[in-house]
């Protein structure tokens, strides 16, 4: 499952922010705005964007490989962003939707709408904040992982048929590189997330499940390729 | 100017420059005024328990003979103590230095002789005012069980008990609380007053010329009058003629008024300055608080914020100038205070040292102007506090960097990373999540390499850590001042240090435990 196209609604504060970061990562992102204004702002900014409204009408979607296709629903008006949230799953059940919430209880029923995930703007930041005031050095580590410039990542490696680690414990499969760290597994079969040094050390890897890795971008690859 | 005069502003200017003696003062002046003084508790405890024990030695000995150190400690030591005491609060309740040059300084700008006499009026005019207080009297009359000889002197011992007031601060709150309703009780007990003098006078003419009535004396009168308007009514003494018991039933309803009347108007003061009482025992609470994250601004994130780190122990002080989110965090259960966090005022009124007891300053107020100004009045006070802030507007980064705000959080960018890297890699990104969620069972945290670990361990292949079923993430170097990713085995350990590691919350308890034990026992 990979993203190619990333739909976003909205085009406010925060969805501007998502715009400028989806941007950098992805083939193709297209911004659906509910005023003339907004649409025309993004398209002074080099972006496709197109307007929408709270209706039924999602033929143009219909050709979409929703697959490869990610729903960001950003709308500032938390009502409206609950409506669309619940639109899109209805005409799209196997759609990915990432919905942002501006509090607790607006969370939960994006949720309830059928978001895939939620992103609450108030938690995010005084999760945030509260990791500078308590980790941070973790902090240091984590932003360094998700800041594009610098080389240190996360890598989900999946592994299918004939990958050399099929039949191997996990914990052997951290012992095999000195330059990466194996983070987590997720089990294929139960479609359960193993933390690798809590419950997942026994873990015999199988086709399907997926690796969680860190490490700096060369050893990533350089690991990729030598167990596939 | 005349040679006793010059001698005395001589002396004065002496002592206000001379640092030993202020210094001196100032120590005697905290630890027996000044309530923000840390260590003025520990000497308040230590008069209380001279108090006590004064009181306890004088109950033994109605009964008992008490060994003679015991005496000699009760008639001389403490009092002698209470002497001392006496004799410094006299001293620093004023400043007489201050004030004959004052009056120096005054008359000489005026180009007159400088007048000795009123300076000394002046100065023994505040000695004066102090020593009649009532604090002072009490203090005073505590001395007295010093002449022990006098018999009927050593009952003063009992106003030894008043003096618990100038040590524990609720009392003094009570006192402080009945004295702004001093009005309405002198005027309620000016009418009792009233009601027990013409009761007394009216029973003493109606009983005391009938032979079979108990009450054959003014003084039998006055007793019965006070014994019946306090509505105690003890019974020994009644009133046996149809006049004396139809003044009975006045003075009994008076009693039922003025009783109620008291109790209504300590209620009504206490209801009036309750909300004063709270803040004031919040003050007195947060600045014996040793750590804590001081927020500005009670908004949404701050909510959230508080709450979370609430939930972790940590001490939480508000400060918003709303009072309606100044109630609600009160109602969070967390230290609030209705004040200007951008104001210097609001941390006089608080009493904190910022720099040793504030972990961090968080500044969540609604605007960047806000937080600005904020974060210049906190810069004002210290730089040795760790400031954090919410960024409203994009625009307005480098401001708050200039303002000296250490960390910078923008809530939208924040939100376009995450959506960008759950988009991307969603197993990774829940990984992530799951290590800082806050009720996972795993956790990603930082252990400082302290004495105890860097004594014993003086390398990464030293914590055996894969033993403990937990992940090196990477040391933040304090010697390079830099992050390595996955160390070698051989990577030297040093003492500041941190180690970034993940696993399960009790097995990195356990490995705590386990390298700091093994120093213990080795």
Known sequence: MRTHDVKVFGYGEFAKEIVQQVNEAYRSVTVYTLDVESRDEVRKGGSEAYLFDLGDEWDEFKSLEMEETLFICALDDDASNVFLTISLRDQFPDSRIIAIASTHEHASKLRLAGAHKVISKLQATADILIEVLEKPVVTHVVQDILDEETELKTMQLHIEKGNVLIGERLDSVAQRTKSVIVLAVVDGKMDTLFVFTARGYKHILEEGDILVIIGYDEDLEHFKRSVQ | ?522
């Open chain 2, 1 to 522: 100017m005349g040679m006793l005069s010059r001698q005395v502003v001589s002396l004065a200017y002496f002592l206000e420059t001379s640092q030993h003696y202020q210094k001196t003062k100032r120590l005697f002046y905290n630890l027996l005024e000044n309530q923000q003084y840390p260590y003025k508790r520990y000497f308040d405890i230590f008069m209380m328990v001279l108090i006590f024990s004064s009181v306890f030695i004088l109950i033994r000995e109605v009964r008992h003979t008490v060994n003679d150190f015991w005496a000699l400690f009760n008639d001389y030591i403490i009092s002698v103590i209470f002497l001392i005491e006496y004799v410094l609060r006299f001293w620093v309740i004023s400043d007489s230095s201050a004030i004959i040059i004052k009056q120096y300084e005054k008359d000489e700008l005026l180009q007159r002789h400088f007048r000795l006499g009123r300076a000394l009026f002046k100065v023994l005019q505040v000695k004066w005012h102090y020593a009649t207080s009532i604090p002072a009297i009490i203090d005073l009359l505590a001395i007295m069980p010093f002449f022990h000889e006098l018999r009927l002197l050593r009952l003063f011992i009992l106003f030894r008990v008043f003096k618990i007031f100038r040590y524990t601060q609720n009392m003094q709150y009570f006192g402080s609380i009945l004295s702004h309703k001093k009005f309405e009780l002198l005027t309620l007990l000016t009418f009792a007053g009233v009601v027990v003098f013409v009761a007394s006078i009216l029973i003493y003419v109606m009983e005391a010329n009938n032979p079979h009535s108990p009450i054959n004396t003014l003084f039998d009168a006055f007793y019965w009058s006070i014994v019946t308007i306090s509505t105690v009514g003890y019974g020994d003494v009644t009133p046996i003629t149809q006049e004396g018991q139809s003044v009975a039933i006045l003075v009994i309803i008076s009693g039922i008024a003025v009783l109620s009347f008291a109790t209504s108007i300590v209620v009504t003061a206490f209801t009036e300055k309750l909300d004063e009482i709270r803040e004031n025992k919040m003050l007195s609470d947060i600045k014996k608080l040793k750590h804590f994250y001081l927020i500005c601004g009670y908004g949404e994130v701050a909510k959230q914020t508080a709450s979370k780190l609430h939930r972790r122990g940590r001490n939480i002080v508000i400060l918003d100038t709303d009072p309606d989110r100044v109630a609600e965090a009160k109602e969070n259960k967390l230290y609030a205070l209705a004040l200007d966090p951008a104001s210097l005022s609001t941390y006089k009124t608080m009493g904190v040292d910022l720099s040793e007891q504030a972990s961090a300053v968080i500044l969540l107020r609604d605007s960047d102007v806000l937080n600005v100004y904020t974060a210049l009045t906190l810069r004002d006070i210290t730089n040795r506090v760790k400031l954090l802030a919410i960024l409203h507007d994009k625009g307005n980064r480098r401001k708050l960097e200039l303002a000296g705000v250490h960390n910078i959080v923008y809530s939208q960018e924040i939100v376009g990373i995450l959506s960008r890297e759950y988009s991307g890699k969603p197993i990774a990104f829940e990984t992530m999540n799951l290590l800082r969620a806050e009720n996972s069972t795993t956790d990603m945290v930082e252990i400082v390499v302290d004495d105890l670990i860097s004594d014993r361990v003086e390398t990464v292949g030293g914590l055996k850590i894969r033993q403990h079923r937990l992940l090196l993430i990477g040391i933040s170097k304090i010697d390079v001042e830099a992050f390595v990713f996955n160390p070698e085995s051989d990577t030297p350990l040093h003492k500041g240090d941190v180690l970034v590691v993940v696993g399960e919350i009790s097995m990195i308890n356990e490995f705590r435990l386990h390298i700091h034990k093994k120093k213990r026992s080795s």
